[in-house]
């Protein structure tokens, strides 16, 4: 990972204070959401296969619940901290807000390596950790969702834990649950669709064709493979991918269910027929039309933001670039479309399948992706227009939109007492 040394939080923080100044945000509203509403931090003790007790830290942040119940993924990964965590919560409430869900923002994590752990001791750590989170959470209150090495399978550990406490069986108490139990159509792929369509819209923007356009993409978990896919299927060259391992790199393009396969046998996508073997960090540097991050935060630093290439960044993960690199791309003219913008599909869906939950119905995918389709793209207007309007960029835009949103409810709910 590229050094800058800037923490997540104080990304969150200072992308939060530079909107408060641009927007005149009541000085009381922003020293509000500097912090999160809650955070509940707890020990995560689970029986490992071998006999011993192993105890794992966990938390979950609900930073400000305003415009809804709260709503936000949970991660697992050796790296987890409240911080990143209170960070990744704040970056959820503006999310909901730019996309206009009625939604507040939370995020939750545990850290343990998943890569490490037995299904059987994954099933013990999320049982566990749900049953510490059951007073705060509950469909009305605060609905978990997949995020960081957590899938379809922990989804449904959450929600029979949550349902054995209550009694009777909640499906809306968490999204992107495997269809046989509620699931949405379409979840699965959501934010990988979502960031495809800010890339498109971004590519019409600059008067560029997306067939045939360059695509490179770190990481390749969810998003990052679902990116890669959308974007072959629709006649965009895949000339490079990365996971945790290292990178691939093909000029004349890769074929990503190919690559699927391979990565799916030897656990990498390293070492796939006929691609050269480059780093994440090449792979960052890539002349292309579109790089699309998808892995984690600190990315695109102060360190390598002059060696960007692509002329669009559409960010699949959540604050993979620092305040100073977003000042570089954009000085650069690089087309950045923000991670509150460009992911936001995810949590979009993860709405619908909610409102699915709660109607117990079950759309179609062309509903689903219909649906997704005009928010993304209604959304994406919202913010390029504030953009221009306001003569700035899209990420300080999509704040501009995001917090004005919430700084709006607050003040309409007024503060109590
Ligand atoms: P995932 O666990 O499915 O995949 C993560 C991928 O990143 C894997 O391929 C892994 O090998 C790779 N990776 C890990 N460390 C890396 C490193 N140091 N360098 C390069 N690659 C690395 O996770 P995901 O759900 O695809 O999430 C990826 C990003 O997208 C995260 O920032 C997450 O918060 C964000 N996001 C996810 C969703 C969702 O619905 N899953 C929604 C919105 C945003």
Known sequence: MREERIS?????????????E?????????????????????????????????????????????RGPFKGGIRYHPDVTLDEVI???????????????????????????????????????TRRYTNALL?????????????????????????????QFRGYTVPECVTGKPLILGGSEGRVEAAARGAFICGR?????????????????????????????????TGCKIIAVSDSSGGIYRKQGLNPYEVYEHKKKSGSVVAHKG???????????LECDIL??????????????????????????NGPTTPEADRILFEKGVFLVPDILANAGG????????????????????EVNSKLENKMVKSFNDVYETAKKEKTDMRTAALMLGIGRVGEAIKTLGIWP
């Not at 600059?206 to 990052?224: D, E, I, S, Y």
């Not at 691609?275 to 540097?285: D, P, V, W």
């Not at 949590?347 to 062309?366: A, D, G, I, K, M």
């Open 22 to 66: 641009k927007t005149d945000l009541d000085p009381g509203i922003h020293e509000m959401l500097k912090y999160p509403k809650r955070s509940l931090v707890v020990s995560i003790p689970i029986k490992l296969d071998n006999g011993e007790v192993s105890v794992f830290m966990g938390c979950r942040v609900q930073h400000n619940g305003a």
């Open 135 to 163: 007073d705060i959470m509950g469909p009305f209150r605060d609905v978990p969702a997949p995020d960081v090495y957590t899938d379809e399978q922990v989804m449904a550990w959450i929600m029979d834990t949550y349902s």
């Open 275 to 285: 691609s050269e073997k480059i780093t994440n960090e090449e792979l960052l540097e």
């Open 201 to 233: 819209e971004a590519v019409r923007r600059l008067g560029m064709k997306m067939k045939g356009a360059a695509v490179a993409v770190q990481g390749f978990g969810n998003v990052g493979w679902n990116a890669a896919k959308i974007a072959y299927d």
């Open 8 to 20: 997540p939080l104080d990304v969150a923080l200072e992308q939060l204070r530079i909107t408060a």
């Open 87 to 125: 960070a990744l919560a704040m970056w959820m409430t503006w999310k909901c807000a730019v996309v206009d869900i009625p939604y507040g923002g939370a995020k939750g994590g545990v850290s343990c390596n998943p890569k490490l752990m037995s299904k059987s001791e994954l099933e013990r750590l």
């Open 347 to 366: 949590v979009t869906v993860s709405f619908y399948e909610w409102v699915q939950n709660l109607e117990r119905e079950h759309w179609p995918l062309e």
């Open 292 to 317: 699309i991050p998808a892995a984690l935060e600190n990315q695109i630093t102060t360190v390598n933001a002059k060696n960007i290439s692509a002329k669009i960044v559409a960010e699949g993960a």
